[in-house]
């Protein structure tokens, strides 16, 4: 079975850190995105990477970062954390070529807040 | 990637069968339907998607209309455990990468 690893499935954070977010999959899938999710507004994307060092703007990059160093690895930075941030945020992987790439598989989430 | 409106709410009876329709008037040729559910903390996962044709799976199937213009998820006998946030996306099948999420149904099934 894809496994989707996130570091925390909770978190809380003080207005000002600098907060990581870590993702892991195990089956060397090219495709790493993340979301966050907040009530009335569904999943929003915020950003993903087709590759290794590569990266790509969601619709709501504003006030993250993202570093794609190895490939079964994708972080979510949020370089000064703020209580607009508090969420909770998804991980997904999946193949970039192929009828799976169809296939989504996300990790069970990480639940921030920022006070 | 094109727009889906779903219900927003909808109830069944355990062992019952559930249709949960999904409205994709703008669909083009080369997106691909797909439905993801989410169950009470936990990350979505897929459920299943196809283009043309109707689709079974071991969780559930996919009808579609002959024009694309809607489709419709038939879980066929609900349980308990199938109580979720059911999302339908379209996404192009030659370029896309990414999902967009809608609001979903929320399923309730009872008892």
């Known amino acids: ?115 | 990637d094109a727009k889906t409106t779903q219900p927003n709410s909808m109830e069944s009876n355990e062992e019952e069968p559930v249709h949960l329709p999904c409205n994709h008037s703008t669909i083009s040729g080369t997106d691909y339907i797909h439905w993801y559910r989410q169950l009470p903390s936990q990350g979505p996962e897929y459920v299943i998607h196809g283009l043309t044709s109707n689709v079974n799976n071991r969780m559930a199937s996919l009808a579609i209309a002959e024009d694309r213009k809607s489709s419709t998820l038939i879980l066929h006998r609900a349980t308990l455990r199938d109580a979720a946030v059911y999302y339908c996306i379209l996404r192009d099948g030659y370029y896309g990468q990414n999902f967009v999420f809608g609001p979903g149904t929320r399923l309730s099934v009872l008892p």
Request: charged content about 25%.
């Open chain 1, 1 to 115: 079975d894809v496994k989707v690893t996130q570091s925390s499935r909770y978190l809380v954070k003080r207005t000002g850190e600098k907060v990581f977010l870590e993702c892991v999959q195990d089956m060397d899938h090219e495709n790493m995105f993340w979301y966050r999710q907040d009530p009335g507004l569904g999943l929003r994307l915020i950003y993903f990477s087709y590759d290794v060092k590569m990266k790509e703007k969601g619709d709501i990059p504003e006030g993250y970062s993202v570093s794609r160093e190895k490939k079964e690895r994708f972080s979510l930075i949020l370089e000064s954390a703020s209580t607009n941030q508090t969420s909770m945020y998804l991980c997904a992987s999946s193949m970039r070529t192929g009828v799976a790439k169809n296939i989504q598989y996300f990790g069970a989430g990480t639940r921030l807040s920022v006070l």
